[in-house]
C-alpha cells in the first residue's frame, strides 16, 4: 500500500510538472521580452496569479448562471467531454480575462505605453488561465492516480495546448496597448476585444465541428484547422520573441527609457504584420506535417457518420479467469469491471479505440493510455473485453470511438457506470 501510495504520488506531481510547466515558462518568457520591466512580482506573478484565480471564478459563475457546459479544464482533453462546449465559452471566458488585463493596465498605466506592453501583458493573464485548466486536470486526476496509465508526452501536450489562452487574450491587450500609442484611436481596443472573443468562438466551435462525423469532408477541415490552432499559443510566443527582438524594443536605451515616440509608435504598427508573419510560417510548417493524412482523415470522418459502424456494449463484473459472471453498470472498489464489445456492422476496416474515461461534472479525462485496435469486416459478432481494476469510487464511462481529423473523437458506443 505504500508502494502504491508513493506511485500515486508520483503520478500527481508529474502531473503538476508538466501542465503547469509550460503556462509558468511562457509568462516568465513574455517578461523577459521586455528588458524595461525587471520588477517580477509586480510585472508577471500579480498578472499570472489573477489570470489563474479570476476568470476561472468569474466563468464558472457565468455558465452556471447561463446554463451553459462547464469549460474550465484543458482544452486537449475538451473532445471528451461529455456534453460539447458552447461557442459562447469564448466571449464569456475572453470578458473574464479582460478584466483583469484592463486592472493591470489601471493598476500600471503610466508604463503602459506600446502594442508589446499590452501583447505581454495579455499573454501572462492567459497563460494564468491555462495554468488554472491544468490545475483542474491535475485535481481530477489526483484520485485515479494509482491505476491512471498517462504518458509524460500527452500531459505536456495537455499543458503546451493550454498556451492558446495567451493568444486569445495577447489579442486584446495589443490592442489596449496600441490605443495608448495612438490616443486619438481609442475605438482600438473594443474591435480588439471583439477579434480576440470571436477568435475564441471559432475555436470552440472548430472543436464541435470536427465532432461531428455527420458532416462528412466539413468536420475533416474544421478537425485539421483545430489541430493548427491547438498549437497557436505556441507560435503565438515564438512570434512575441522574434518580434521583441526586431521590433519597438530595440528603440529603447538600457535604461529602459524611450528616446522618442516615433520609432515606438512604427514598431507598434508592425506588431500585425510581424506575429502575422511568423504565426503564417508556423501554421504552414503544421499543415505541411499533416497534408499527407488528409485523405485518410477525411475518410475516416465518412467512414464514422451514424450507422456506417455499429458496435454493443456490455458491462458486467469479471471473475478470476476475466470472463464475464454477472452483467451490471454498478460495481463495488475491488471488482474487476468488464467491458465485452461485439462488432454489429463494420463496412471497412476501421482503427477504433477502447477508452475509459472518469466523469466530473460537465467534463471527463481518460485514467489510461487508449486501447487501440483494428476491426475488420470479419470480425462481426466477435466479441472482445477490456478490463479495469482498481478504480476508486466515481462515475466512470467506457467508450468506443473512432479518432477522427484534429483529435476529435467519433463516439460509436458509450456505457456509463458507477464504482460505489
Known amino acids: 500500500m505504500a508502494a502504491q501510495s508513493m506511485g500515486s504520488h508520483v503520478v500527481v506531481l508529474l502531473a503538476f510538472v508538466c501542465v503547469a510547466g509550460p503556462p509558468i515558462a ?18 508577471t506573478v500579480v498578472p499570472l496569479a489573477l489570470g489563474a484565480s479570476v476568470p476561472p471564478l468569474v466563468t464558472r459563475i457565468a455558465q452556471a448562471v447561463f446554463g451553459l457546459p462547464g469549460s474550465v479544464f484543458p482544452p486537449f482533453l475538451q473532445s471528451y467531454a461529455p456534453v460539447p462546449l458552447s461557442v459562447w465559452t469564448g466571449l464569456i471566458e475572453e470578458a473574464a480575462k479582460a ?7 489601471a493598476w500600471m498605466r503610466r508604463g503602459f505605453v506600446d502594442a508589446l506592453d499590452g501583447l505581454v501583458l495579455g499573454g501572462i493573464v492567459g ?19 494509482q491505476i491512471a496509465r498517462i504518458t509524460p508526452g500527452t500531459l505536456l501536450t495537455t499543458g503546451a495546448v493550454g498556451l492558446t489562452q495567451c493568444a486569445f487574450t495577447a489579442v486584446f491587450g495589443a490592442s489596449l496597448g496600441y490605443a495608448r500609442e ?10 480588439g476585444f471583439a477579434a480576440a472573443a470571436l477568435y475564441h468562438m471559432a475555436y470552440v ?35 512575441a520573441a522574434w518580434w521583441a527582438r526586431s521590433g519597438p524594443r530595440a528603440a529603447r536605451d ?16 508592425r506588431v500585425l504584420f510581424g506575429i502575422g508573419a511568423c504565426a503564417a510560417l508556423c501554421a504552414a510548417g503544421v499543415v505541411a506535417l499533416i497534408l499527407a493524412g488528409i485523405p485518410e482523415r ?34 463495488a472498489p475491488g471488482d474487476v469491471v468488464g467491458a465485452v464489445f461485439t462488432p454489429a456492422a463494420v463496412p471497412a476496416a476501421v482503427r477504433i479505440q477502447a477508452i475509459w474515461l472518469r466523469t466530473e461534472g460537465d467534463h471527463a479525462f481518460p485514467i489510461a493510455e487508449p486501447d487501440l485496435m483494428t476491426i475488420h469486416p470479419t470480425a462481426t ?6 478490463s479495469l481494476t482498481g478504480a476508486p469510487t466515481g462515475t466512470y464511462v467506457f467508450m468506443i470511438a473512432q479518432r477522427g481529423p484534429g483529435r476529435a473523437l467519433h463516439v460509436v458506443a458509450a456505457e456509463q457506470f458507477f464504482i460505489e
Open 182 to 191: 495612438a490616443p486619438r484611436r481609442g475605438f482600438i481596443p473594443i474591435i
Open 99 to 105: 478584466v483583469v488585463v484592463l486592472a493591470v493596465f
Open 127 to 145: 497563460a494564468g488561465m491555462a495554468l488554472a485548466q491544468g490545475l483542474v486536470y491535475v485535481e481530477d486526476l489526483a484520485p485515479v492516480a
Open 26 to 43: 511562457c509568462a516568465v518568457l513574455l517578461w523577459r521580452l521586455d528588458p524595461s520591466k525587471r520588477d517580477l512580482i509586480n510585472h
Open 254 to 269: 538600457p535604461a529602459g527609457l524611450r528616446p522618442d515616440r516615433s520609432p515606438v509608435v512604427a514598431g507598434g504598427r
Open 381 to 386: 459478432a466477435h466479441p472482445r473485453t477490456a
Open 298 to 331: 477525411l475518410a475516416a470522418a465518412q467512414a464514422g457518420r451514424p450507422g456506417a459502424l455499429r458496435i454493443t456494449v456490455e458491462l458486467a463484473k469479471l471473475g478470476p479467469n476475466h470472463r464475464p459472471v454477472q452483467e451490471t453498470n454498478a460495481f
Open 205 to 239: 466551435a472548430l472543436g464541435t465541428l470536427a465532432g461531428a462525423p455527420q458532416l462528412g469532408t466539413a468536420a475533416g477541415a474544421a478537425g485539421i484547422a483545430r489541430e493548427v490552432a491547438d498549437w497557436i499559443g505556441v507560435m503565438f510566443v515564438a512570434a
